[in-house]
């Protein structure tokens, strides 16, 4: 069964710069979920989608944003990366109402 | 807000001993769900169980069991038997039931290291 795409799955970015994760739900699910989990933490939820409008927002930085495009993949856009970035980045999607969310493999990024 | 409390941090165990994991949990919402997920060296997060709050009924798989007590806010979870494989940290996780999708919040997570 197809699952949760997240591309690219290593990231290695410099100080200043921009990143765009990607993340590609699984077939019919109309709602998504970014979670960024820093070395030795828990996973933190930062931000979700439903049919392409954002449904919740948690601790997401202002230097971050996201969106839910019309084939219901989304991107996580981080610009001016700092050192404290570097984490992995999974992205869940579930159909609205479901009970459970599937996630993705992650992307680690790595800000130097 | 919720919050959810995984008081140990690291467990180390001889292969084939059982190991506990204790999980607390703090929500307002009268309908929620709990996850277990177990997260390898590799990172990616596998599901284990869900559990709803209206159904306290304990189950076992395989070398897996759960226990939930929703009068002590608790959803333990026991390895039988452990296995090497089992080294993996374990997240405790309760959903925000809302129209709009569920997020979860995570414990801060148990190391499990099981010693051949």
């Known amino acids: 069964a197809a699952g949760v795409i997240q591309s690219p799955r290593h990231l290695i970015k410099e100080k200043r710069e921009t990143a765009t994760l990607k993340c590609y739900p699984i077939?019919?699910?109309?709602?998504v979920y970014w979670y960024q989990q820093g070395p030795g933490q828990d996973p933190q939820f930062l931000i979700s989608?439903?049919?392409?409008?954002?449904?919740d927002k948690g601790s997401i930085p202002d230097r971050f944003s996201a969106q839910q495009f019309s084939d219901y993949h989304s991107e996580l856009n981080m610009s001016s990366l700092e050192l404290g970035d570097s984490a992995l980045y999974f992205c869940?999607?579930?159909?609205?109402?479901?009970?459970?969310?599937?996630f993705g493999q992650g992307t680690r990024l790595t800000v130097v | 807000a919720q919050k959810v409390t995984q008081a140990q941090t690291e467990i180390s165990v001889v292969e084939k001993e059982d190991v506990t994991l204790d999980c607390v949990y703090e929500t307002r919402d009268t309908t929620y769900y709990l996850f277990w997920y177990k997260q390898p060296p590799s990172g990616e997060l596998v599901f284990l169980i869900r559990?709803?709050?209206?159904?306290?009924q304990n189950e076992i798989s395989g070398r897996y069991s759960w226990n939930f007590q929703k009068s002590t806010s608790s959803f333990n979870f026991t390895i039988t038997a452990s296995q090497v494989v089992d080294s993996a940290v374990y997240f405790c996780a309760l959903s925000d039931v809302k129209a709009a999708g569920n997020k979860l919040t995570f414990g801060g997570g148990t190391r499990v290291l099981v010693k051949p």
């Open positions: 989608f439903y049919e392409k409008m954002q449904s």
């Open positions: 869940a999607s579930s159909l609205v109402g479901a009970e459970e969310a599937f």
């Open positions: 559990r709803n709050s209206f159904d306290e």
């Open positions: 077939p019919r699910h109309d709602t």
